[in-house]
Structures are given as structure tokens and as C-alpha cells.
């Protein structure tokens, strides 16, 4: 408990000192952790090796008993989750209308599930752009103060000045610890959405194949978009 009031205590003295951008600042980093904990939280609720829950000897043509063997054991894994638990819902629940259906019902899925697998990515970025530019605006406030302080004063007196200068160090040290972390996290989370996305549709693609027999040059594809809402080129497998 005591640990606890002298962390706010800290909090609370540094927003103080920085005034209304580190209280900007602070507010930032809350909301750039909370995306990155939601972001985290998701992912983690995501199939993580979506080809091993498919054998090799099921990427090929089977019988009928195989395939709704293998459609019962898709339906009833508790590790089928996610984007790719969405995915085989929906292929399966259409596969006996042949493959076309289930490559279009499959792109459907896939083109709503990307959205939301990239979601908040682009603004996890932007807080992590947007606080060394608070941190700066920081800086040019805590010099305007000790420059006042100079035109007032003069240079005579230095612990007068240290207040202005205190003041701008601060700011862009706390811009610095907000954006730093942010920008890892928001690269690995990056990477891990990509991985997301590139393994349910190669897992739709194979699943597929299990389903429609006869075609081993089946090719799965969907438009890429980026963070920033930019179309990419295709995902193909």
C-alpha cells in the first residue's frame, strides 16, 4: 500500500512539473497500453499453428466418410479458434456445394476477419508518433519559461532558471518512455497479425483441397490492405 502512494505520489509531482503536456503525455501512453493489452488479449485467443491442426495426408482428395470425419474433428477441436475457427464454420457449412462456394464463402470471411485482426494497429502507431511531438512541444514550453525567467531576472540567478529547464528535460524524457515501448510492441503486434492472416488463409486453402478433391492448384488469395488503410498486393499461397 505504501509502495502504491508513493508511486502516485510520483505520478502525481511529475504531472506538476510538465503541466498540461505531460498530463497529455500521461494520458497518451494510458491509452496507446490499453490497445496494445486489447491487441495482446486477441491474438492470444488465436489459433497459433493453424497447418498443424491439418496432417499432411489431409491436404490431398479423400472420400466423403474422410472429409466429414475431418469436418466433425475441426468443428469439436477446442484449439480451432478465432479467425480460423470462423473460417472452417463457414467453409464447412457450405462445402457441399462445391468449390467455388466455399472459395467465395472462405474470401468473405477472411476479407471481414483481416479488418479485424489489424485492428487498432494504426493507432497504436500513431500514439507512439504523436508523443515526441508532445514531448518537443514540452520542450519549446519549458524554454520559453526559462527564457522569461532570464528577461526578468537576468542569468544571475541560476535556481531560478532550473525550473524552466527541469521542466522541458522532463517532458521529453516521459514523451521518450511513452513512444519507445510503444513502437516495439506495435512492430511484433504487426508481425503477429500478418502471421495471423497469412496462416488462416493457407489453412482455408488446404482446407479446401481436403473438401474438393482433384485440384493441387488451388490458389487462395484476398486484398492486403496496411495500417494505414493502403491496398496492398494479394496474399497468395
Known amino acids: 500500500m505504501e509502495r502504491a502512494t508513493v508511486v502516485a505520489d510520483q505520478v502525481w509531482y511529475l504531472l506538476q512539473q510538465g503541466g498540461w503536456v505531460m498530463l497529455a503525455i500521461f494520458l497518451l501512453g494510458q491509452a496507446g497500453w490499453f490497445l496494445v493489452m486489447e491487441r495482446w488479449w486477441n491474438y492470444r485467443n ?7 491442426l491439418l496432417d499432411a495426408d489431409q491436404a490431398v482428395g479423400h472420400g466423403p466418410e474422410a472429409q466429414a470425419a475431418l469436418e466433425a474433428r475441426l468443428l469439436a477441436d477446442k484449439r480451432v479458434q478465432g479467425l480460423f ?22 474470401r468473405e470471411v477472411l476479407h471481414r476477419g483481416t479488418h479485424r485482426v489489424h485492428k487498432h494497429l494504426g493507432t497504436i502507431a500513431a500514439v507512439a508518433s ?24 537576468g542569468i544571475g540567478n541560476p535556481a531560478m532558471m ?32 500478418d502471421q495471423i492472416e497469412s496462416e488462416c488463409v493457407a489453412g482455408a486453402t488446404r482446407l479446401i483441397r481436403a473438401f474438393a478433391p482433384g ?23
Open 215 to 237: 485440384r493441387d492448384t488451388l490458389t487462395l488469395s484476398l486484398p492486403h490492405e496496411d495500417q494505414m488503410g493502403n491496398h496492398g498486393s494479394a496474399v497468395r499461397i
Open 162 to 193: 532550473a525550473g524552466g529547464i527541469a521542466e522541458a528535460l522532463m517532458v521529453t524524457e516521459a514523451a521518450l518512455v511513452v513512444a519507445l515501448p510503444l513502437m516495439i510492441l506495435h512492430d511484433r503486434l504487426a508481425t503477429r497479425a
Open 85 to 106: 475457427a470462423e473460417v472452417t464454420r463457414a467453409v464447412t457449412a457450405v462445402r457441399g456445394e462445391g468449390e467455388e462456394a466455399m472459395v467465395r464463402k472462405a
Open 130 to 153: 504523436a508523443a515526441p511531438m508532445l514531448g518537443l512541444a514540452g520542450t519549446v514550453g519549458g524554454v520559453m519559461v526559462t527564457f522569461q525567467v532570464i528577461t526578468l531576472y
Open 46 to 52: 488465436q489459433t497459433r499453428s493453424v497447418l498443424d
